[in-house]
């Protein structure tokens, strides 16, 4: 089935720093999705990308739709404590039905 | 604040025991996931409705799982019998027909001792 390489599985950072998060696949998506799951919660939508090559921010994260359709990355700037938590990426694949992948995750440790 | 309603949060019971999760998605929605989410194998897709009727449910082990939507403000998923490995957070999301993007419950910590 379709997968999708999620890395690093986790980071431990200090708080201010910069952190980058990637997924690729060997399958092409037509949409990206990055989530974030806080302790006992549910994922959260953080960003959503819709087209090939897209660049898209909110906030402190800044997102990009490969070019290829099979990977994409999320940039957090400056971390604080409250970005800690698991981050997920998702695609949606072009053929069949609404069903979104998920990637493994990147556990986000903040050091203070 | 519309948002995905799960219940019960947490359910611990003994193998063998019937265990039935509940889910009311955002009013609206139309498309409608089932999701388990374990250490060692992350989120998986189980199943999923669109206006009520099951459109995909590969990723079920259909001897003890089913899933239903009995109207379309409440979705159910049901093991029978459950077993220690059924331990998991379910979350149930919804979504628009035609959208991409899938909103996420709270989950359903099951525990099956």
């Known amino acids: 089935g379709q997968q999708l390489n999620q890395s690093p599985q986790s980071m431990f950072i200090q708080e201010g720093e910069d952190v980058s998060m990637n997924c690729t696949s060997s399958?092409?998506?037509?949409?990206w999705l990055w989530y974030k799951q806080d302790p006992g919660e549910g994922p959260v939508l953080l960003i959503a990308?819709?087209?090939?090559?897209e660049l898209t921010s909110n906030g402190r994260l800044t997102a990009q739709f490969g070019i290829t359709r099979k990977d994409s990355f999320l940039n957090i700037s400056a971390s604080i404590p409250s970005d800690v938590g698991i981050y997920f990426c998702?695609?949606?694949?072009?053929?069949?039905?609404?069903?979104?992948?998920f990637g493994q995750g990147t556990r986000l440790t903040i050091n203070p | 604040d519309a948002r995905v309603t799960q219940t019960p949060r947490h359910k611990v019971t003994e193998m063998g025991q019937e265990v039935t999760m509940r889910c009311q998605p955002i009013?609206?929605?139309?498309?409608v996931f089932w999701y388990r989410q374990t250490m060692m194998q992350g989120l998986e897709l189980l199943a999923y409705?669109?206006?009520?009727?099951?459109?995909?449910d590969s990723g079920m082990p259909k001897d003890r799982f089913s899933a239903e939507m009995p109207d379309a403000t409440l979705a159910t998923l049901k093991i029978q019998p459950s077993e220690p490995r059924d331990s998991a957070v379910y979350f149930c999301?919804?979504?628009?027909?035609?959208?991409?993007?899938?909103?996420f419950g709270q989950g359903t910590r099951l525990t099956v001792v």
């Open positions: 999301a919804s979504g628009l027909q035609g959208g991409t993007e899938a909103f």
């Open positions: 399958s092409i998506f037509n949409t």
């Open positions: 990308l819709y087209k090939a090559g």
């Open positions: 998702a695609g949606l694949l072009i053929q069949g039905a609404q069903k979104l992948v």
């Open positions: 009013l609206g929605h139309n498309t």
């Open positions: 409705f669109r206006n009520r009727a099951p459109l995909d």
